[in-house]
């Protein structure tokens, strides 16, 4: 059995102006590293193996600032957990967005579907489970992944079949959610902040 532990990454300057960051790699800001600060001292009542993060910059400073307070190697970047693209939309706000294509369910061109996203993410966890060797303790292990509101809605979405997030639900900046992985299934435990 393994625990995930899902922490979104601290805010950039985009998520405070609500602008569309998708696969563009935009930093924290210094509220984002107090974020990440703030998520690490919420994990540090518990034990963990390893930290794994998205290899976008934010998420990857983000990852770093947990692993560090929390005594941890460095995090471990790992593709498929990077946000959603959304093509021709990166870059605009979200009320824009949500005028111009309908909402986050939308096609817009270019972009990767939210079931496109989980499969991808859940192919990724799963290659992180298979290939782990971190446990402390025999036949469980703690990880941490520092991912994005877009992955971590979508594997939200998959464990709860489709029940959560609920509409108008917000994943904020640092939040952390627990995920238990056994058996190529995916079972959402507790968000432990939202």
Not at 44 to 54: F, K, L, N, Q
């Amino acid at each position: 059995m393994t625990l995930i532990t899902l922490v979104r990454h601290g805010q950039t300057d985009w998520n405070l102006e609500r602008r569309i960051q998708g696969t563009t790699d935009i930093p924290l800001n210094d509220t984002g590293r107090a974020d990440a600060l703030a998520a690490a001292e919420v994990l540090a009542t518990e034990s963990y193996d390893a930290v794994y993060a998205s290899p976008l910059v934010r998420a990857q400073e983000t990852a770093q600032i947990i692993a560090t307070r929390l005594g941890l190697a460095a995090p471990v970047t790992t593709r498929g957990l990077r946000e959603r693209s959304f093509g021709e939309a990166e870059g605009i706000d979200v009320a824009d967005y949500i005028s111009r294509y309908g909402g986050w369910h939308s096609e817009v061109p270019g972009a990767e579907s939210l079931e496109q996203v989980s499969e991808r993410a859940l192919d990724s966890l799963d290659r992180i489970v298979r290939a782990s060797r971190h446990r402390s303790t025999p036949n469980q292990e703690s990880l941490i992944v520092v991912s994005h509101g877009g992955v971590i809605r979508a594997l939200l979405m998959h464990a709860s079949g489709g029940t959560l997030p609920r509409e108008g639900d917000l994943l904020r900046n640092g939040s952390v959610h627990r995920f238990v992985a056994e058996h190529a299934t995916l079972r959402l435990l507790e968000p432990i902040s939202g």
